[in-house]
């Protein structure tokens, strides 16, 4: 079973508004991270965040952590055509041995 | 800059047949491990390796089977492909030995079983 549900499936944005996409989990994680991936191609990491930090920045992105809540969301902020992608959060999985991923949110933002 | 390579990038499988793909790094990861995705159901996790000379199973192991003879390889092996196993395959490494760190991921090998 997958560990992290990502919310909305899809999302459909003007450039220059923001985007945010949120995560849910089912058990104790170590740490979160967000992937990114363009159409066609393999996943990039974009940010990690660890159980014990709440907020953490990078850029435009913007990630929360609730633990208590088992959710994590992303933030793009000004949003451009070229972050049109899919956004997965990744969890740990039996006890840090892999990550398993959500099944994803895609972003489209037109211009 | 290289990275993770995989092979073939995309093939036309009959169902039955034997098949390897071929996963190269070169950043000298301990841990590498193979997803596969499906419209719809996102990445899940096949096997993993978090050393070389060790290999374990994921959330979907069933028909697949990999070996780490070394470091840099971790080739994933579907010894009677069935049409179920049509995706897109990727393949990823991280340095931290465990899947706790970022992972770096190939380009995918599409493969298609008719």
């Known amino acids: 079973s997958q560990q992290g549900e990502e919310d909305p499936q899809a999302l459909s944005i003007q450039e220059g508004e923001n985007a945010t996409m949120n995560c849910s989990y089912k058990?104790?994680?170590?740490?979160l991270q967000w992937y990114r991936q363009n159409s066609g191609r393999g996943l990039v990491h974009l940010i990690l965040i660890r159980s014990n930090e709440r907020e953490k920045h990078s850029g435009r992105l913007r990630v929360t952590l609730d633990t208590s809540k088992k959710s994590s969301s992303l933030l793009i902020t000004a949003s451009r055509a070229a972050d049109t992608a899919s956004y997965f959060c990744?969890?740990?999985?039996?006890?840090?041995?892999?990550?398993?991923f959500g099944k994803g949110t895609t972003l489209s933002v037109s211009s | 800059i290289a990275g993770i390579t995989q092979a073939p990038t995309s093939q036309i499988l009959a169902a039955g047949r034997r098949m390897t793909l071929r996963c190269t790094q070169d950043m000298r990861h301990n841990a590498m491990y193979w997803y596969r995705q499906d419209l719809g159901l996102g990445l899940r996790l096949i096997h993993y390796?978090?050393?070389?000379?060790?290999?374990g199973k994921g959330e979907v192991p069933d028909g697949y089977s990999v070996s780490r003879a070394n470091t840099d390889d971790f080739p994933l092996t579907l010894a009677s492909a069935v049409p179920s196993q049509t995706s897109v395959y990727f393949c990823?490494?991280?340095?931290?030995?465990?899947?706790?760190?970022?992972?770096?991921f190939g380009e995918g090998s599409r493969l298609t079983v008719l």
């Open positions: 990823a490494s991280s340095g931290g030995g465990r899947g706790t760190g970022e992972l770096f």
């Open positions: 058990t104790s994680i170590n740490n």
């Open positions: 390796s978090n050393t070389a000379g060790t290999t």
């Open positions: 990744a969890t740990d999985w039996q006890a840090g041995t892999a990550l398993i």
